[in-house]
């Protein structure tokens, strides 16, 4: 029986410890190969950005497995675009970005570039799982090793064994998971929604966008709102997400308010 085909990246960059912890996290669950980018690609989104750079290709071992890995100087949407189309010997059964420094939350998912491959496979029939562990904006650039995936990982593992298992792609082609920095193999979890509020926001000096820091109004913060489940309840949030942007609930009103707009009203 062929083993599931489970393809990884992120946007930390092919060298990220968090990159490692994802393929340690994945062992024995199938056939693993990564194609990552060469550079550090966050906050790019679903972007279409390629250097048009060879690609790098090598084997990674990790404990006693050997993963084929492709370093691609692209964003992360681009790598999953080259892995479906070009490198992956046939259709994958789950896509897995990260496991990134730094949550992913709120208004702002889309800025994600672990979101945006998650976004970009599932686009084309695969299922993803993005998963980001909450650390300090001071550490968002880095590859430091200061930093512990252990909880993150087996998050990684537990989702993408149920992914795999129960089809789950079916009721949501992407699911986002983000884990508290403080995390262990205790800490509860539960299912949420992306919250209207942005998590970050840019900061300014001398009239300058010079970074970003968590800025967020907890009096207005939904309670079954992924931020509300990592800053308050200091759970793990998962969040099914599709990549289809419709507001559905409001599709009646608006083709009447429309249809009123055509008649001069």
Same mark, same amino acid.
């Given at each position: 029986?062929?083993?599931?085909?489970?393809l990884i990246t992120n946007d930390d960059g092919v060298e990220s410890p968090g990159l490692d912890a994802a393929v340690r996290?994945? !062992?024995?669950?199938?056939?693993?190969?990564?194609?990552?980018?060469?550079?550090?690609? =966050?906050?790019?989104?679903?972007?279409?950005?390629?250097?048009?750079?060879?690609?790098?290709?090598?084997?990674?071992?990790?404990? /006693?497995?050997?993963?084929?890995?492709?370093?691609?100087?692209?964003?992360?949407?681009?790598?999953?675009?080259? #892995?479906?189309?070009?490198?992956?010997?046939?259709?994958?059964?789950?896509?897995?970005?990260?496991?990134?420094?730094g949550e992913n939350l709120g208004s702002g998912l889309t800025i994600s570039g672990t979101v945006g491959a998650a976004l970009?496979? #599932?686009?084309?029939? $695969?299922?993803?799982?993005?998963?980001?562990?909450?650390?300090?904006?001071?550490?968002?650039?880095?590859?430091?090793?200061?930093?512990?995936?252990? =909880?993150?990982?087996?998050?990684?593992?537990?989702?993408?064994?149920?992914?795999?298992?129960? /089809?789950?792609?079916?009721?949501?082609?992407?699911? /986002?998971?983000?884990?508290?920095?403080?995390?262990?193999?205790?800490?509860?979890?539960? $299912?949420?929604?992306?919250?209207?509020?942005?998590?970050?926001?840019?900061? $300014?000096?001398?009239?300058?966008?010079?970074?970003?820091?968590?800025?967020?109004?907890?009096?207005?913060?939904?309670?079954?709102?992924?931020?509300? #489940?990592?800053?308050?309840?200091?759970?793990?949030? $998962?969040?099914?997400?599709?990549?289809?942007?419709?507001?559905?609930?409001?599709? !009646?009103?608006?083709?009447?308010?429309?249809?009123?707009? #055509?008649?001069?009203?």
């Open positions: 029986m062929t083993k599931p085909l489970i996290a994945l !062992r024995g669950l199938g056939e693993l190969m990564i194609v990552a980018p060469r550079q550090q690609q =966050s906050s790019k989104g679903r972007a279409f950005a390629w250097n048009q750079q060879p690609a790098l290709y090598a084997t990674r071992r990790v404990g /006693n497995t050997r993963v084929r890995t492709i370093a691609v100087d692209a964003s992360p949407a681009v790598c999953v675009r080259y #892995a479906l189309m070009l490198e992956a010997p046939r259709p994958p059964a789950l896509l897995v970005s990260g496991i990134n420094y970009e496979a #599932a686009a084309d029939g $695969v299922p993803a799982l993005a998963v980001s562990l909450e650390t300090d904006t001071s550490y968002h650039l880095s590859h430091s090793p200061d930093i512990d995936f252990q =909880s993150a990982a087996m998050w990684t593992r537990r989702l993408a064994q149920e992914m795999l298992t129960r /089809n789950l792609g079916k009721l949501a082609p992407v699911v /986002n998971v983000n884990v508290p920095c403080d995390a262990t193999a205790q800490t509860k979890w539960r $299912v949420t929604r992306a919250s209207h509020q942005a998590y970050f926001r840019s900061t $300014v000096e001398n009239g300058r966008l010079v970074g970003y820091d968590v800025d967020v109004n907890r009096d207005t913060l939904e309670r079954d709102s992924d931020i509300y #489940a990592i800053m308050v309840d200091r759970i793990v949030s $998962v969040t099914p997400l599709t990549y289809d942007l419709t507001a559905h609930a409001a599709l !009646r009103q608006f083709k009447t308010e429309l249809k009123a707009l #055509a008649h001069g009203a």
